[in-house]
């Protein structure tokens, strides 16, 4: 398995948003899922594109997960 590195080259390691939010979508359903795949996607997105993730996923998930939605923006790995 691959291990990724966003300074390494960010062309090659990071998912695009849209595919991240089409996940994130269809894993709603599951607390847990929701939020392992939110914190892959912010670990794999560069920093502009997780902000834009937190304004959609605030939009779409805040009533069901808020909590969710602080802790993993909240991180390190979200700055």
Known sequence: MQMYDKQ?????????LNYAKIILAKVSF???L??????????LLLPHEVKRLEDWCYLHFAPTY???LRDCFASPLAS
């Open 8 to 16: 390494a080259d960010p062309e090659n390691v990071r998912i695009p």
């Open 30 to 32: 599951s607390k847990a």
């Open 34 to 43: 929701f939020e392992k795949e939110l914190k892959k996607a912010i670990a």
């Open 66 to 68: 808020s909590t969710i």
